[in-house]
């Protein structure tokens, strides 16, 4: 069973697991940090898999053919424990937390050691925190807990500091490319590219977005088109663009002016230094829009978006000038 084939962007984690597993430092308590899109939950599914397995190779590798393996892809291994969110979006209770302690003081029945992954680690209230803490200062024996987390600013540094961090890097260009184009045969080349541009080369968000991704891709391309020669209305477009992920947008556009702009940097001429400044305060508009995206306390994207297309066309109609 080579599942860590499977993604490449897995596999520096995964030998790093391998090693301490050899070398019988594996700490009992790991956790995963990197962007969604990544499935990092197959990682984990695969360590714990390890883990329990009764005849695991010597470099690790669960066999796949043993009880315990056979109970692990029937989602039914009685040494292993999930705990993540209730409901999409909401926080793990301290209940959960709770409950998974109960379990601690229970000895494994059929692997040689007990197995908890908790998802959306960094989805956790205060207390929740604090109980899982107190797991983490007092680890049982045989138990392995594996975290994971996205955002690693929200987690605490208590919790943090007492497990091994994996780190998962978001695949390089090239891998990314190479993983989505063996991976599907309906997109092209060039449509590939577009989609991993959209994800922040993320190639299983890439292929979850598919179809839609690129239509989406072309709406805001000429809608761009349209802004740049002052010629949109924002009213229109805002509403036109209302289906999409305002984050996904300015990412797109951000991209887009960023190239723009090494391009004009690259063949320096008058007119070209007269209209960088518009486009670095296009690219000014974009990051400051993206903060206010991300702020918890703005609840207007509508006007959001209405303000930033009116701040892009005055910046266009800039450009213009010095074109004309
Ligand atoms: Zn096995």
Redesign the pocket.
């Given at each position: 069973m080579t599942e860590s084939k499977k993604y490449p962007w897995h596999d520096s984690a995964w030998q790093h697991v391998q090693s301490m597993a050899e070398q019988e430092r594996l700490p009992h308590a790991l956790l995963i940090l990197g962007q969604d899109g990544l499935d990092n939950d197959q990682l984990a599914k695969q360590i714990v898999?390890s883990i329990l397995?009764?005849?695991?190779s010597t470099d690790f590798t669960?066999?796949?053919?043993?009880h315990?393996?056979q109970l692990m892809s029937a989602e039914s291994h009685p040494d292993h424990h999930i705990v993540a969110p209730e409901e999409a979006g909401k926080v793990i209770k301290v209940d959960q937390i709770r409950e998974l302690i109960s379990k601690q003081s229970l000895m494994p029945k059929i692997s040689p050691a007990k197995t908890v992954i908790i998802s959306q680690a960094d989805q956790m209230n205060h207390n929740a925190f604090n109980s899982l803490l107190k797991l983490l200062e007092e680890p049982t024996n045989n138990t392995v807990l594996v975290l994971i987390a996205n955002n690693s600013h929200a987690l605490p540094i208590t919790i943090k500091s007492r497990c091994q961090n994996l780190n998962i890097r978001t695949p390089d260009t090239d891998t990314a490319m190479q993983w989505l184009s063996l991976n599907q045969d309906q997109f092209s080349a060039e449509q590939c590219d577009v989609l991993l541009k959209m994800t922040n080369n993320s190639p299983l968000s890439a292929l979850a977005l598919g179809e839609s991704g690129l239509e989406q891709y072309e709406q805001i391309m000429s809608g761009i088109t349209l802004l740049m020669k002052v010629q949109a209305n924002p009213i229109e477009l805002t509403a036109q663009w209302q289906a999409f992920d305002p984050m996904v947008i300015m990412m797109q556009l951000q991209r887009l002016f960023e190239t723009k702009i090494s391009t004009l940097l690259k063949s320096p001429s008058t007119e070209q230094s007269q209209i960088l400044r518009p486009y670095w305060a296009i690219v000014d508009c974009i990051l400051h829009t993206m903060k206010l995206l991300s702020s918890k306390n703005n609840a207007n994207t509508t006007l959001l978006m209405e303000d930033f297309m009116v701040a892009v066309m005055q910046q266009a109609s800039v450009i213009r000038s010095h074109q004309k």
């Amino acid at each position: 069973m080579t599942e860590s084939k499977k993604y490449p962007w897995h596999d520096s984690a995964w030998q790093h697991v391998q090693s301490m597993a050899e070398q019988e430092r594996l700490p009992h308590a790991l956790l995963i940090l990197g962007q969604d899109g990544l499935d990092n939950d197959q990682l984990a599914k695969q360590i714990v898999t390890s883990i329990l397995c009764l005849h695991p190779s010597t470099d690790f590798t669960a066999c796949g053919l043993c009880h315990s393996c056979q109970l692990m892809s029937a989602e039914s291994h009685p040494d292993h424990h999930i705990v993540a969110p209730e409901e999409a979006g909401k926080v793990i209770k301290v209940d959960q937390i709770r409950e998974l302690i109960s379990k601690q003081s229970l000895m494994p029945k059929i692997s040689p050691a007990k197995t908890v992954i908790i998802s959306q680690a960094d989805q956790m209230n205060h207390n929740a925190f604090n109980s899982l803490l107190k797991l983490l200062e007092e680890p049982t024996n045989n138990t392995v807990l594996v975290l994971i987390a996205n955002n690693s600013h929200a987690l605490p540094i208590t919790i943090k500091s007492r497990c091994q961090n994996l780190n998962i890097r978001t695949p390089d260009t090239d891998t990314a490319m190479q993983w989505l184009s063996l991976n599907q045969d309906q997109f092209s080349a060039e449509q590939c590219d577009v989609l991993l541009k959209m994800t922040n080369n993320s190639p299983l968000s890439a292929l979850a977005l598919g179809e839609s991704g690129l239509e989406q891709y072309e709406q805001i391309m000429s809608g761009i088109t349209l802004l740049m020669k002052v010629q949109a209305n924002p009213i229109e477009l805002t509403a036109q663009w209302q289906a999409f992920d305002p984050m996904v947008i300015m990412m797109q556009l951000q991209r887009l002016f960023e190239t723009k702009i090494s391009t004009l940097l690259k063949s320096p001429s008058t007119e070209q230094s007269q209209i960088l400044r518009p486009y670095w305060a296009i690219v000014d508009c974009i990051l400051h829009t993206m903060k206010l995206l991300s702020s918890k306390n703005n609840a207007n994207t509508t006007l959001l978006m209405e303000d930033f297309m009116v701040a892009v066309m005055q910046q266009a109609s800039v450009i213009r000038s010095h074109q004309k």
